[in-house]
C-alpha cells in the first residue's frame, strides 16, 4: 500500500499536479530507491512493486488524449504551479531576510519564520501574505538584500493566486468529473505521496552526505516553476584597486 489517504484527499493532490511530469519524477525516484538498496529496505518490496506498477498505469492515463485534453483545462494544475511559485518566494524571502537579521538589521523575528507547510494552498498564501504585510515596513532596511516593492508584490499576488479556490468546493467538483478522470488524478496523488515517502527516506538514510541528499528531490515534477528566476538586488560594483 502507497497510501491509507481517503480518495477525496488524494483527488484534491492529483488535480494540482501535470501527469506528464508526475510519470517521469515517479520513474526517476523509483530508479533511484531501487539502486539504494537502504531506501528500498525501508520502503519494503511490496511499497516498490506497487509504485512502479502505479506508475506505470498514470503513464496509460497520461497518453490518452481525452484525459490530456482535460487536465490541460484544468484550473487547479495553475494552482498547484502557483503554490509551488509561492513557496520558491517564501523561501527566498525568508532566506534574506535571515541574512539581514544577521547583519543586525532589527526586524520582527516572525518575518525569519515560515509557519505554514505541506501543500494546502490556503495556508500557504495566507503564510506568504503575513510574510509580506511584515516585510513591507522595512524596505529601506531589506532593498540591498533584495526584497523590493517589486519582489513584495509578486509574492502578494503568488499569495492571491494561492488562496482563490476553497477545498470543500474543489472536491465537490472534482468529484463530478468522469470516473476516468477521477482515478487518473488518484493515480498521480499515490505516485506523489509514494515519491515524497521515497525522498524522506532518502534523505534520512544520506543524513550525512549531501551530495547523494540532493539526488532525492522534486525537480523534474516543478521544473516549469524552478526556471522562473527570483529578483535578485542590484549587483554592487566592485571597488577599483588603489592607485
Known amino acids: 500500500m ?20 508526475m510519470v517521469a519524477q515517479g520513474r526517476y525516484a523509483v530508479g533511484l530507491a531501487a539502486e539504494d538498496p537502504e531506501v ?8 516498490m512493486a506497487e509504485m512502479g506498477l502505479t506508475v506505470g498505469k498514470l503513464e496509460m492515463a497520461a497518453r490518452d488524449r481525452d484525459l490530456a485534453a482535460t487536465e490541460a483545462k484544468e484550473k487547479t494544475v495553475a494552482q498547484g ?25 532589527k526586524l520582527p523575528a516572525d518575518l ?39 519582489l ?9 493566486a494561492c488562496g482563490q479556490t476553497d477545498q470543500a ?14 482515478e487518473m488524478y488518484v493515480q498521480k496523488a499515490l505516485v506523489y505521496v509514494g515519491i515524497k515517502q521515497l525522498n524522506y527516506l532518502g ?17 523534474i515534477l516543478y521544473r516549469r516553476v ?7 538586488p542590484t549587483p554592487i560594483p566592485t571597488p577599483a584597486p588603489p592607485a
Open 2 to 21: 502507497i497510501s491509507n489517504l481517503s480518495r477525496d484527499e488524494l483527488l484534491v493532490i492529483g488535480a494540482r499536479h501535470r501527469a506528464n511530469y
Open 40 to 47: 528500498a529496505g525501508l520502503a519494503g518490496p511490496e511499497f
Open 81 to 105: 504551479d502557483a503554490v509551488q511559485a509561492a513557496k520558491v518566494a517564501r523561501r527566498a524571502l525568508v532566506h534574506r531576510v535571515l541574512a539581514a537579521m544577521l547583519r543586525g538589521v
Open 112 to 150: 525569519g519564520r515560515i509557519m505554514a507547510y505541506g501543500s494546502n494552498p490556503q495556508a500557504i498564501g495566507r503564510d506568504l501574505q503575513r510574510l509580506v504585510e511584515l516585510a513591507r515596513p522595512h524596505l529601506a532596511e531589506l532593498e540591498p538584500l533584495g526584497i523590493t516593492t517589486a
Open 152 to 160: 513584495l508584490d509578486r509574492c502578494a499576488a503568488l499569495a492571491g
Open 169 to 182: 468546493q474543489e472536491v465537490a467538483r472534482l468529484k463530478k468529473l468522469p470516473e476516468k478522470v477521477q
Open 203 to 219: 534523505r534520512s538514510v544520506h543524513a550525512e552526505e549531501a551530495g547523494q541528499r540532493a539526488r532525492y528531490n522534486l525537480d
Open 226 to 232: 524552478r526556471r522562473q528566476p527570483v529578483e535578485g
